[in-house]
Each structure stands twice: as C-alpha cells, then as structure tokens.
C-alpha cells in the first residue's frame, strides 16, 4: 500500500534524527575505536556520510563471527571499544544458544542509551507507574534481565525479582505480591502454568494482566499467543525482542498483535537476502541488520543479526507510527533453517503446528543426517488422558498439509522433554 501523505512527515524526521545520530557515531570512533578504525581502513570506507544511503555504499556488515575473533585475539574483551576500560561499568555476555558467547561492556551513557529503550518497549505495552512486574528468571549474565528490570524500576513500576526461585515458588510470590505483570520467555510462561496445575493454583485467579515475552518467537505465533492466553485468563500477551549484543530492539504494535515495531530512533535498520546481501524489497523475508546509534562505547555498525524478519508493506501502522514494522515477529533465524528436500523448514512454522494442538505440553524436533539428505522427526509429550493416536495422526496430517512431506511424530512419556527458564532448545540434530 502507498504511503499517506501523512506519513512521509514523520518518515522523514526519523530520516533526519538517524542521520545526525549516525554521523556523531561515526565521529566518535575513528582513532578511538580500534575495531572499526581497522575495518574502514581496510574497505577504504570514508569517515563521514553525506546521507544515510551511504552507510551501506561504503561500510561493510559486521558479523558474530568478526566479533568472536577479535576477542578471542584480545581477551578477554576485544578490541570493540571506543573508551579506556576504566569508563566502562557493565560486563554481560550472549547466551551461546547458536555459537561461542561475547562479552559485551557498556559505559552509563550506553547503558541509559539502552534503559530508555526498554522505556518505550513499556509504553507501547501499556504499563504504569505503580504496576508491579514480576521476572521470572535467573539474573545470569545476560542482558536483557537486567535492562529490563533496571528500566522498570526507573520507570515507575514495582520489581519483584525471581531469581533463586522454584517454579512452585515463583508462582507463589506472584500470587503474594499481587504482581499483575509477568515477564519471561513464552517457553517459562507455559511451563508455569503447567506447574500450576500439578501445585493446585487455580490460574484463574491470577492477579496476571499483562505477558511480556521475548527471547523467542513464540509471542508473536498466533497457536502459541492463543495457547499463553488460555493458560492465563485474563492475561494479554505483548512480545518484544532484543539481543546482548543490540539491546532493546522491537516492541509489539499496540494494534496489530503479531507485528513488532522497531526502535528506529535508536536503530538504522536494514533487511538483506541472507546470500546475497541485497535489499529485500516490502512483504520479502530477509535478514535484519542493525546499527546501534547510541551506544557509542561498544557499538556495531550494520551488524548481522541472524534473526529472519518480513518487512511489512504499509509505511502507516494502524496504531500511527511510523517506525518499521516486521510481519509475524521474529520468524526464525538464518542458522535455524532446515532444509528437507529441498523445503525450507523453519522453526516457528513447526511451533504454530504442535502448539495449535491444545493437548500437546511440550515438543522437541529431532533433525536426523544419517542420510544424503536430512530428514525431521517430532516427539511431543501429551496431557493426561489425552489419545496419542489421535493427536500423532492430526500432527502428521497437519505438517503434511504444511511442508507436503510426511513428517513423523512420536510420543514420549511425560517428563521426558527438558522444560527450559530461558530459551527453549528444541531442535536436536542427531548425526549417524
């Protein structure tokens, strides 16, 4: 759909504010920066950009793998920083779910860069002062906990931490303290509600109103969002997506459930074919890539994300905004993608199957390569009393439908799937 002329006002401030932005960056690092002093010496890439065009024209991508081997030649930290150590205040570190972990520091400029992000992630969910959020993990070394509770508290809302907690005990301390927002990955809200039951918590009760999710793509799945708000009545879902090495990214669009819009005020935002690295045109699927605008102390200009996105066609949301908007969420990422005769397979597609099945609790897709070509099996765990026959034949029925390839599904006893607090890991590749 064309833009309205409404649009190309507010289009062309985020234009301007990215641009001014993105030239202070850029200032900020030559001779001070020693990553990417090296990499613009090495493209011949100008330290100045007449327009934002020109980013892409001259600087080169940026990519995990550049990241990990500069700090494995400079542990423990790399060369990535534009200030002497001692201005630096926050060490966090990537999870490792799809490769090496990296250190990531960050000055009290960036990190208040990144809190004020996570401040319109809230906005846009409608959260308030006085709202009490509870949050529902382990604080390791991961970012997003942090920033998300630190921004909350500044925020205006009451933080309620749930790290060192039982499941049983998390549930306890969400009835107790009357917390009626949760924050976790759409994988723990389930297995939540599934401990819930076995404790005799009735959910439908819950002071629950509002699901904050991230960390995977399951907020964005319809059967998963319908399955999450099922298991909490009463409960909306908002997802939002953000990554260590990024911060804060996207936020779901108040008015369109399933569409994420990002932070353009503070990302430069582009989507590429994974192979070729060009510029995928609206309603294509594509690679996101970022540059961080304002984190100056340990930025990354055009960085490679992995994660596989859809531009969405209308440059006037529903909701009014104007910020890009990605279809669908987060659909995959690019080192996720399985290939089965020669069918693209990625992991959401397989998600919103097994989760549209009500009486399936958890599931785990085993990638066999024994042969030439790869091959995909599901194993699903069942609620009590639940027919296995039944639920294996509509599976079965319904991938085919799908993928047009028969895909095999068993089902194992309950328990024998790992419940995950963080991200859920469930492709297995089995090597013969």
């Known amino acids: 759909m064309p833009p309205t002329t409404s649009a190309f006002p507010k289009r062309l401030a985020i234009g301007t504010s990215q641009f001014d932005q993105l030239r202070v960056l850029l200032a900020s690092l030559v001779g001070r920066n020693p990553f990417y002093t090296a990499k613009f010496e090495a493209a011949g890439a100008p330290y100045k950009v007449r327009h934002l065009g ?23 930290y790399g060369t990535n920083l534009t200030f002497p150590l001692d201005r630096y205040t926050r060490m966090h570190q990537t999870s490792g779910t799809s490769g090496t972990p990296i250190r990531w520091l960050d000055t009290p400029e960036s990190w208040d860069w ?60 969400i009835f107790d303290n009357q917390a009626n927002v949760l924050c976790c990955t759409p994988t723990y809200a389930v297995r939540l509600a599934e401990v819930a039951v076995a404790e005799k918590i009735d ?27 099922q298991l909490w009545p009463g409960a909306r879902v908002f997802d939002h997506h953000g990554m260590t090495e990024v911060g804060p990214v996207t936020y779901e669009c108040p008015a369109q459930p399933g569409r994420l819009h990002v932070i353009e005020t503070s990302y430069l935002t582009e989507v590429i074919h994974p192979e070729t690295g060009r510029q995928v045109e609206s309603g294509e699927t594509g690679e996101l890539v970022l540059t961080t605008l304002g984190r100056v102390g340990s930025p990354l200009l055009r960085y490679r994300t992995g994660d596989l996105v859809k531009l969405a066609l209308d440059t006037m949301c529903e ?64 609620t009590a009393g639940a027919d296995a026959g039944t639920i294996v034949e509509q599976l079965q029925a319904d991938f085919d439908h799908a993928f047009r390839m028969r895909v095999p599904v068993f089902v194992v006893p309950h328990g024998a799937l790992p419940r995950a607090e963080g991200k859920a890991k469930r492709v297995l590749r089995v090597e013969g």
């Open 114 to 173: 990144m809190l004020r992000n996570w401040e319109q992630v809230y906005r846009a969910a409608n959260v308030a002062r006085g709202d009490r959020i509870f949050f529902a993990f382990s604080f390791g070394p991961f970012l997003g906990f942090w920033t998300a509770f630190e921004s909350a508290a500044r925020f205006g809302a009451l933080c309620l931490s749930g790290g060192a907690m039982s499941t049983a005990a998390r549930l306890r301390s």
């Open 319 to 382: 909701c009014g905004r104007n910020d890009l908007a990605l279809e669908g969420g987060i659909l995959g990422r690019t080192d996720d993608m399985i290939v089965v005769r020669g069918v693209n397979i990625y992991p959401s597609a397989v998600e919103q199957i097994v989760t549209s099945c009500a009486a399936v609790m958890e599931y785990r897709v085993r990638v066999l390569t024994k042969h030439a070509l790869p091959e995909i099996e599901v194993d699903v765990e069942t």
């Open 54 to 76: 020109e980013l892409a024209e001259f600087i080169p991508f940026t990519t995990k793998a550049e990241i990990v081997a500069d700090q494995e030649a400079h542990p423990p």
């Open 203 to 229: 959910l439908t009760q819950s002071p629950v109103k509002l699901l904050i999710v991230a960390g995977e793509p399951g907020g964005s799945i319809p059967a998963t969002r319908s399955r999450l708000e």
